[in-house]
């Protein structure tokens, strides 16, 4: 009787952990928000950009002179609630002593390193190009699909990569790949807005 109890019991939290895996699975597969953007300001940090108006922002700006690290120069991350998409903005001193273009290399080389630190998975760079939508440079990778299946959706990033007054800026959304057609709609929009503001 008592081995009997124990083996419904193990039933009943494979059947509970199995029904949270699919929920975890129906949960990142649907993805629903607003295309109407709304300008956020982030005055400590002189900039603005519009965004899906549930995305949740933060300023996180790093008040160290000495940074070390490339998560030193994040100054504002947010995500839609639930986590994806997810974007993060940092800004990154350049040599004001050098050419625009030769700045612009340094900065695409910068975050490719930023990414290759960051990320867990092995990653794949898609594409390095000029947008036509706006003054600057696309990156867009993603993780490498190995041991792909049905209950892991592997990420795809875009990075803005620009310099505004001499400074650098970097615009990171990610997204997981399947969902990307529904931000593709908006994102040349999102880049189009960002600007900095007057002191």
Not at 155 to 182: A, R, V
Request: a negative charge; glycine letters at 4%.
């Amino acid at each position: 009787m008592k081995k009997k109890i124990i083996l419904i019991v193990l039933a009943f939290l494979i059947f509970l952990f199995g029904g949270l895996l699919l929920l975890g699975y129906y949960i990142s597969s649907v993805r629903t928000y607003s295309t109407n953007l709304t300008e956020n300001k982030f005055e400590k940090n002189n900039i603005a950009i519009k965004l899906p108006t549930q995305w949740l922002m933060l300023d996180v700006r790093k008040y160290q002179d000495n940074k070390t690290e490339f998560k030193d120069f994040l100054i504002v991350t947010g995500a839609n609630p639930g986590g994806f998409p997810e974007i993060n903005i940092y800004k990154v001193d350049v040599d004001r002593s050098k050419s625009e273009e030769n700045n612009l290399e340094e900065l695409i080389n910068w975050d490719k390193a930023r990414v290759e630190e960051s990320k867990t998975e092995d990653i794949i760079i898609l594409f390095e190009q000029p947008i036509d939508f706006s003054k600057g440079w696309l990156l867009a990778y993603k993780e490498t699909p190995y041991n792909k299946n049905k209950f892991y959706h592997y990420e795809l990033c875009k990075d803005w990569i620009t310099i505004i007054d001499k400074t650098g800026y970097i615009i990171s959304i990610c997204e997981f790949e399947k969902h990307w057609d529904l931000l593709d709609n908006i994102y040349p929009d999102i880049i189009r807005s960002f600007m900095v503001l007057e002191e």
